[in-house]
């Protein structure tokens, strides 16, 4: 079991890492919209957040230094029982943390008259016409038949949806 907590924890690093690094990655190629690199709409908000909580001396510069300074003392804080790693609940704690304001977004995203209450018809509104919308065969439901042309090809081929690159699963080109 501890094992697989490990496992599990590493798991949830590596996605925590990947996602900021995609923020970094959106922000370089000018994902910020019209507050320039490090803010703004789309993929500018993850670059903003990461010079809020790394940029130490807030320069409007991020550092290799100041990126490990911070998760260092993240580690720190969160490593409860002060054994030098953190368990799966006290990553927990930590990722929450970092993500607080992606919760806070997501929520008022559903919560289209913004009173702060979420009713079940705006929980389920943005997903309410998917069927009807992509239901290519009309039979009510969603199967591999309603998939695009386009999707099918690239999937009998062994390529990921909207990439050239192969499927990680995909059977090996002869």
């Known amino acids: 079991m501890q094992r697989k907590t490990k496992f599990l924890a590493a798991g949830a690093a590596a996605v925590l890492a990947l996602g900021g690094l995609a923020g970094i990655a959106s922000a370089d190629r000018g994902g910020g919209g019209k507050h320039g690199m490090w803010g703004g709409h789309g993929g500018g908000i993850m670059g903003a957040e990461m010079m809020e909580r790394y940029d130490?001396?807030?320069d409007g510069k991020l550092?290799?230094?100041e990126i490990d300074q911070n998760r260092t003392s993240?580690?720190?804080e969160f490593d409860a029982d002060k054994n030098?790693?953190?368990s799966l609940?006290?990553?927990r704690a930590?990722?929450?943390k970092a993500r607080g304001g992606m919760i806070v977004r997501e929520f008022q995203f559903f919560d289209a008259d913004g009173n702060g209450q979420l009713t079940v018809e705006e929980y389920r509104l943005p997903l309410s016409g998917m069927v009807a919308m992509r239901d290519r065969n009309g039979d009510g439901a969603l199967s591999r038949e309603d998939r695009s042309r386009r999707n099918h090809e690239r999937q009998r081929d062994g390529k990921d949806e909207g990439r050239n690159e192969p499927r990680k699963d995909a059977p090996a080109s002869p």
């Open 74 to 76: 993240w580690h720190a």
């Open 56 to 58: 130490a001396d807030k």
């Open 89 to 91: 609940d006290e990553f």
């Open 63 to 65: 550092t290799q230094a």
């Open 94 to 96: 930590l990722w929450l």
């Open 84 to 86: 030098a790693s953190l």
